[in-house]
C-alpha cells in the first residue's frame, strides 16, 4: 500500500484528507502513483502534472524519504520505503514568494 | 421572491452577495475556491441556479466548477483546455513567433438557451465551448485559425479572451474580443470569424485600416439591439451601429478615456455607463475620485455619478468584467474595485453605496436578476 500527502488545495479538490492510500500493481514509479491519484480522484487531472505531456507543473514538486524527486525520470523506481509504504510520497506546492 | 444575486470574482476565491428587490440590505457569501484567484463566474439565464465558474492557482493551475444550486455547493468539472490539432504561433511581445499555450481561462459565458452549453474564452487567446455542462471543453478553432492569427500579440495582461457577447435574436451570431488583436464576429454559431476593427484608431499602429492589433478592454450590447455595440478601448470609447463593421468614437467629455469596463442600462439602450481610469501606466481613478461616467445619449455627452461614491483619496482600478448591470424595473448598477469594495446603485446610477468594503481585489462582477 502506497501512502500519499497532499497539499491542503488538492486535499479539498480531491475531498480528501492529508494522506490517501493507493494500491498499485507493477513498479511503483512517480507516473503510476500520478496515474492512479488521477484514476481515483478525477478532479485532481491536470493539476500536478499536463493533461496531455505529462510534465510536472512547475511549481508542484514530489518528495519521497526526504528527497527531491521531482526531476527524477517519471519512470525512475521509487525507494523500497515508499514501496512498503513505511514512508510517504509527498506532493508538495513549492515555497514561491519573494 | 424577486432579488439580485451578485457573482463575485476576486483574486483569493469567490462571494456571493444576495438582495430582494429593494437592493438596500446585501448579504455576502463566501469566500468559494479560498486561495484560487477566480476570473470570472457566470449563472446561466436558462437556469438560474446553473453557475459556471473559473478559478485558477499558479501551482496547480485551472480549475472549472459548476453550482447546481445557486452557488451553495460546488463540484469541479473537466478542466481540459487542449487546443484542436496544430497549435501554430502567434506573435511574442518581440515580435518573434510563439506557440500557442494554454495559461487560464478569463471569461465563462453560459449559453442564452441551454444550461449545459458554455463558452470560455482563454488565454493565449482560444474559444471554446462545452455542451455537457463542463464534463468536456472543444475549441472552436475557426477563430484562432483567422488568417490574422499568426499576427496576434499579447497586451500587458497577456493574450487573452475576455469577452464573449451571444446575439440573442440570432443563435449563430456572436462577438469576442481579444487583448490585443481586436473584436471578430461570427454569422455561423463559431464556425468562421471576422475581424470587426474598422474605424479603430491606436497609437501605434500607424495603419487606419489594420484589420487586427488594437488593444479591445471590453464589449457591451444591449439585448434588443444587437447591432450596436460599445466598446471601451485601451485608449477611446467606441461605439458601432452595423455589429461592428464600422466603429466611431464617443468618447466626448470624459476626463480620460482609459479603462476598461463599459455596460449598457438594462431597459434603456442609449444609456451606457464607464469607469475612466488614468492613463495606462497608473491605472487608477483619474483625481483620487471615484466616478461612474453615463451617457443617456448613447456617448459623447457625459455626466459624472458620484452621489455615495468616494470623492478623495481613491487609487483603485475597476476591471473589464468587474462593472454589471440587473434588470429590475430600476436598473440596478454594480462595480468591483482592485481595492476590495463592490459598490451598488438601485437607481441606474444616480445614488451609490458600498455593499462589501474589504473583499480581496475584484477582477469580476456578475448581476444575476433573480424573479
Known sequence: ?98 | MTGVRLLVGTRKGAFILTSDGKRERWNVNGPHFMGWETMHLKASPADPNRIYAAPSISWFGQQIHRSNDGGKTWEPVNNQFTYDGDTGTHQWYDGTPKPWEFKRVWHVEPSLTDPDTAYAGVEDAALFKTTDGGQSWQELPGLRRHGSGPRWQPGAGGLCLHTIIQDPSNADRMYIAISAAGAFRTEDGGKSWQAINQGLRSEGIPDPNAEVGHCVHHVAMHPARPNTLYMQKHWDVMRSDNGGDLWHEISGNLPTDFGFAIDVHAHEPETIFVVPIKSDSEHVVPDGKLRVYRSRSGGNEWEALTNGLPQSDVYHNVLRDAMSVDSLDECGVYFGTSGGQVYASNDAGDTWSAIARDLPAVLSVEAQTLA
Do not use: N, W
Not at chain 1, 527531491?68 to 514561491?96: C, N, R, Y
Open chain 1, 1 to 98: 500500500m502506497i501512502r500519499v500527502f497532499l497539499p491542503t488545495p488538492l486535499q479539498t479538490l480531491a475531498g480528501t484528507g492529508r494522506e490517501v492510500q493507493l494500491e498499485i500493481e507493477g513498479p511503483v514509479t512517480q507516473a503510476a502513483i500520478l496515474d492512479a491519484l488521477e484514476a481515483r480522484y478525477p478532479p485532481l487531472r491536470g493539476t500536478m502534472r499536463d493533461h496531455v505531456t505529462h510534465q510536472r507543473r512547475p511549481f508542484v514538486r514530489f518528495f519521497a524519504c526526504q528527497q527531491d524527486v521531482s526531476h527524477d525520470q517519471p519512470d525512475t523506481p521509487l525507494p523500497p520505503e515508499v514501496v512498503s509504504g513505511k514512508e510517504p510520497f509527498m506532493v508538495i506546492g513549492a515555497m514561491a514568494g519573494g
